[in-house]
């Protein structure tokens, strides 16, 4: 049974310094990994997919990389603004059928 | 387009109601998914449709009942709840593509069940 953690689970850290959200699964046959942001009492955002044979991908401050073998993803968010406060999500889905697994997050708090 | 609308945005109902959740999308889209998401915890998934057809049931109780009645419309009957159903209910879609089937989630319906 795959299994998704994210440590930590909170993280705050002043304007402009450069955040990093780490994302591990225990079975690595995946299909793909998915990064989602979420503000609170609201719905899903997805932030950045990367296909089973990618390492990496980017859009604009974010920046994502997958290392299959060690089970493990981080997303690289440059520069914070506050802005970025928010809960981001990892989510992994497995080589057969649909479905997600999510991690259980990481708030994240960007203090001005 | 990119957008997933889901009615109501709240929802208030007692245990011998019946209400009805609804999911729309025009993007196209062959799959459609029902999330269940507590305070403080990822989302969970109920069920998945797979061109109108329902695929994954997470063995969900039966009080909820899920309706695909178009590739476009995603509908959760709900009957007899219970006070722990009260959660987020998270509606997603996503274009089955080779590796890169991003979901796209709606905004969610607050429930709660007195």
């Known amino acids: 049974k795959q299994e998704v953690t994210q440590i930590p689970a909170a993280l705050s850290v002043p304007e402009g310094e450069n955040l990093v959200l780490n994302c591990s699964f225990t079975d690595s046959a995946i299909y793909n990994l998915q990064w989602f942001r979420q503000d609170p009492g609201k719905g899903l955002t997805s932030l950045l997919l990367i296909q089973s044979s990618q390492r990496e991908q980017t859009s604009g401050r974010l920046n994502a990389s997958l290392d299959k073998s060690s089970g493990r993803s981080t997303l690289y968010i440059a520069a914070s603004q506050p802005g970025d406060s928010a809960t981001y999500l990892c989510a992994v889905r497995r080589t057969a059928g649909n479905k997600l697994t999510f991690g259980g997050g990481t708030r994240v708090l960007v203090k001005p | 387009d990119t957008e997933v609308t889901q009615t109501p945005k709240h929802l208030v109902m007692g245990m011998t109601n019946k209400k009805s959740l609804k999911c729309e999308q025009h993007?196209?889209?062959?799959?459609m998914y029902w999330y269940k998401q507590k305070a403080k915890k990822p989302p969970e998934l109920m069920f998945v449709y797979s061109y109108e057809k329902l695929s994954i049931n997470e063995s969900v109780p039966s009080r909820f009942s899920p309706e695909c009645p178009n590739s476009s419309l995603l509908n959760l009957h709900l009957h007899a709840l219970q006070p722990e159903d009260s959660a987020l209910y998270l509606c997603a879609s996503s274009q089955p593509r080779e590796g890169r089937d991003t979901q796209y989630f709606g905004p969610g319906t607050r429930l709660t069940v007195l």
């Open positions: 993007m196209g889209h062959r799959a």
